[in-house]
């Protein structure tokens, strides 16, 4: 099992940038594949970004690349999104999220198995 609690959230104007962070917990961390979601209120939760347990392989949503970045220090078993040239449609509640396999569906939710509470990002215009 792993327990997962996120930082790093607050308000920043749009251009600006935030770095979440993930602590993670639980004998599975480092064999897990992890990855960053957010919801909007009144949006379905989407995925954001994702990287393997060995931080070799990820991937992100369209609407972030080239602007936010997952990193991973498994000797810290933490987990990071460093968000750059926000957008206030970047505004949501983010999740950091554990799982065991992407099964070519690398930032569906339902890949995930173990989820944060959660870290607010507004970022105003």
């Known amino acids: 099992q792993v327990q997962l609690v996120e930082s790093g959230g607050g308000s920043v104007q749009a251009g600006g940038s935030l770095r979440l962070s993930c602590a993670a917990s639980g004998r599975s961390y480092v064999s897990s594949i992890m990855g960053w979601f957010r919801q909007a209120p009144g949006k379905d939760r989407e995925g954001v970004a994702t990287i393997d347990s060995g931080g070799r392989m990820s991937y992100y949503a369209d609407s972030v690349k080239g602007r936010f970045t997952i990193s991973r220090d498994n000797a810290k078993n933490a987990v990071y999104l460093q968000m750059n040239s926000l957008k206030s449609e970047d505004t949501a509640m983010y999740f950091c999220?554990?799982?065991?396999?992407?099964?070519?569906?690398?930032?569906?939710?339902?890949?995930?198995?173990?989820w944060g509470q959660g870290t607010q990002v507004t970022v105003s215009s």
């Open positions: 999220a554990a799982g065991d396999k992407w099964l070519g569906l690398p930032l569906r939710p339902s890949r995930y198995n173990y």
